[in-house]
């Protein structure tokens, strides 16, 4: 059983940077991709980011060149750096990663930006 363990949200001014961890249980090699969405009660789920084996990234165009996402494989970890943080960026964020058919998916960390 895989497990993916967020950490890093909070309460930030608009303008403030956040970064977000997701730990996995196993090596992160073992996933393709991995990456961020996050949701906001009563809304559609947004795919935030994510990386790739091949080290590929995808941002939506919400967070391109605000965020970054990176993964340290020998601490079987990903990061989200969150810069430059509006309100509208308030939401539960989730790691989630990919092996083969199966989704994984962490129990999210809340990021509350105030105006």
């Known amino acids: 059983q895989v497990q993916l363990v967020e950490s890093g949200g909070g309460l930030v001014q608009a303008g403030g940077s956040l970064r977000l961890s997701c730990a996995a249980s196993r090596s992160i090699n073992h996933f393709d991709p991995m990456g961020w969405y996050r949701q906001v009660q009563g809304k559609q789920r947004e795919l935030v980011a994510s990386?790739?084996?091949?080290?590929?990234?995808i941002y939506a165009d919400s967070v391109k060149d605000r965020f970054t996402i990176s993964r340290d494989v020998a601490r079987n970890t990903v990061y989200l750096q969150m810069n430059s943080l509006i309100p509208e960026d308030t939401a539960g964020y989730y790691c989630y990663a990919k092996s083969g058919d199966s989704i994984y998916r962490g129990q999210g960390t809340q990021v509350t930006v105030s105006s």
């Open positions: 990386i790739f084996s091949g080290s590929k990234i």
